[in-house]
Structures are given as structure tokens and as C-alpha cells.
T-cell receptor, first 110, second 113 residues
Framework: RKEVEQDPGPFNVPEGATVAFNCTYS??????FFWYRQDCRKEPKLLMS???SGNEDGRFTAQLNRASQYISLLIRDSKLSDSATYLC???????????FGAGTTVTVRA | EPEVTQTPSHQVTQMGQEVILRCVPI?????FYWYRQILGQKVEFLVS????????KSEIFDDQFSVERPDGSNFTLKIRSTKLEDSAMYFC???????????FGDGTRLSIL
């Protein structure tokens, strides 16, 4: 089983819609989780860290469910500029390399 | 905001040649990384570097690859005897301290002909 698995999408949503997607992980020693976004042929950029209690940053909400081993990202009031690939990323507690999911593609249409 | 910078942005090289990809991490950062992304695939870890030595490397990072931090600011990835399958985006990243987010450079696109 892959360490991190994501629904590849694409999620094609109209402006203003809410879109949500999950990422499942298999390694119980996982410690830290992040959502990065990647635009076509660009570098990954940190969107937000994911905390056990759930956290919000503007229109973005991240949740972590350790019991079921998944994290989620919800985007409210989608903007055209939210169109990107969203990467589920995790890091083990005993080292600092990042492991990446294959990404979920979101396309917001006018 | 400080950035990780990478040069060149695009490198085209004949198969079998050596390439050196350069990175200037953010100045007060202590941990350095190289990742690669083959077109259409996910980002993969290559190597991490801390305290002037490799701290971890993936199975991709074989004897063909090496890293250096020659002068306290640059962090280089050398690929000897390049192969077609080395064609990818190579991203450098740095981190200020443990348990902090990593910051990525905008990558070098390596094309092996």
C-alpha cells in the first residue's frame, strides 16, 4: 500500500462552490501533515499545516483524523485562482524528509 | 520574503554528460533537500543534508548522484553520466529548524537528450 493516497480528481467546480477531498495515509508513525499546492510545472508551495484539532486559514479548512488515518482539505467560496493541484504531504517524526501524494486536481470555472 | 533560488531554470544536456544543479537556500536555514518530479508523476525525495553531511537519501540517490555545500551558501546536486530517465524537475528546499515547514525553490527543469 502506498504511504499516501489521494483522489486524483479532477474536481471541476463553479466559482463560489465548496469543494473537499481527502488523503489517506498508511504509516502510523506519521507525525506532521501539510497541504501544499502546485501550479502547473511550478514548485510546491505550502498552503497550510494540518493540526489534530483541525485548523482554518481563510477559506481553507484542514482536518486530521488519526483514528481513520486520513486528512482532508475543504475550500469554501472557490475562486478561479484556487485552480491547482493540491498535494497531501507528510513527514515522519524521526526525520524531516517530506513524502508527497500524487495530488488532487481542482479546476474552478467561471 | 526570503526565497530559495535555483539555477539554471532549464538545463539541456546530452546523455552521459555530467550536470550540476545549483541552489541558494534561505540564509538562516539549516536543513537542505533535493526532490525531483518526473513529468506527470509525484514529487520524490532524493536526499537531505544537515550539518555538512547527508542525513538521509532515497534509493533513487545512487552513486550517480552527489551533493555539496561548498561555501556555506550554495547547495549543489551533481549528476554524473546522465541518463534519459534523469529528465525531471529538480527542486531544492530548505528548512530553518526541525519541525518547521520546508520552503521550495522554483526548480530546474533537466532535459536529457
Amino acid at each position: 500500500r502506498k504511504e499516501v493516497e489521494q483522489d486524483p480528481g479532477p474536481f471541476n467546480v463553479p466559482e463560489g462552490a465548496t469543494v473537499a477531498f481527502n488523503c489517506t495515509y498508511s504509516n502510523s508513525a506519521s507525525q506532521s501533515f501539510f497541504w501544499y499546492r502546485q501550479d502547473c510545472r511550478k514548485e510546491p508551495k505550502l498552503l497550510m499545516s494540518v493540526y489534530s484539532s483541525g485548523n482554518e486559514d481563510g477559506r481553507f479548512t484542514a482536518q486530521l483524523n488519526r483514528a481513520s488515518q486520513y486528512i482532508s482539505l475543504l475550500i469554501r467560496d472557490s475562486k478561479l485562482s484556487d485552480s491547482a493541484t493540491y498535494l497531501c504531504v507528510w513527514r515522519r517524526s524521526n526525520d524531516y524528509k517530506l513524502s508527497f501524494g500524487a495530488g488532487t486536481t481542482v479546476t474552478v470555472r467561471a | 520574503e526570503p526565497e530559495v533560488t535555483q539555477t539554471p531554470s532549464h538545463q539541456v544536456t546530452q546523455m552521459g554528460q555530467e550536470v550540476i544543479l545549483r541552489c541558494v537556500p534561505i540564509s538562516n536555514h539549516l536543513y537542505f533537500y533535493w526532490y525531483r518530479q518526473i513529468l506527470g508523476q509525484k514529487v520524490e525525495f532524493l536526499v537531505s543534508f544537515y550539518n555538512n553531511e547527508i542525513s538521509e537519501k532515497s534509493e533513487i540517490f545512487d552513486d550517480q548522484f552527489s551533493v555539496e555545500r561548498p561555501d556555506g551558501s550554495n547547495f549543489t546536486l551533481k549528476i554524473r553520466s546522465t541518463k534519459l530517465e534523469d529528465s525531471a524537475m529538480y527542486f531544492c528546499a530548505s528548512m530553518p529548524a526541525s519541525n518547521q515547514p520546508q520552503h521550495f525553490g522554483d526548480g530546474t527543469r533537466l532535459s536529457i537528450l
